[in-house]
């Protein structure tokens, strides 16, 4: 069975920074696209950062230059380092494949970020 687990969240004040890793029980994790995506409070879930096989990065507009997203395939982890951090960022962080599968959404890691 496929899980996947967030964690790394906490609550920050604006300008701070986060790393957040997820571990994933993908079997062939290094053939898969990952995603980090998240839902902030009343808003839909949206992508937020993608890493390919290849280990190239794509970006949401709204996180470009704060966020960077990685991957180590010895490990099957996945990271966000989420840098300048805005209280719009607020929400909960969820990882999963590129596209998304539904059956392997975890619980998600929440990041507040408040004054």
């Known amino acids: 069975q496929v899980q996947l687990v967030e964690s790394g969240g906490g609550s920050v004040q604006p300008g701070g920074s986060l790393r957040l890793s997820c571990a994933a029980s993908l079997r062939n994790f290094r053939y898969f696209h990952m995603a980090w995506y998240r839902q902030a409070p009343e808003k839909q879930r949206e992508l937020v950062a993608r890493i390919d096989t290849s280990v190239t990065p794509t970006y949401a507009d709204s996180v470009k230059g704060r966020f960077t997203i990685s991957r180590d395939n010895t490990k099957n982890t996945v990271h966000l380092q989420i840098n300048s951090l805005k209280p719009e960022d607020t929400a909960v962080y969820y990882c999963?494949?590129?596209?998304?599968?539904?059956?392997?959404w975890g619980k998600g890691t929440l990041v507040t970020v408040s004054s």
């Open positions: 999963n494949i590129y596209p998304p599968d539904n059956a392997y």
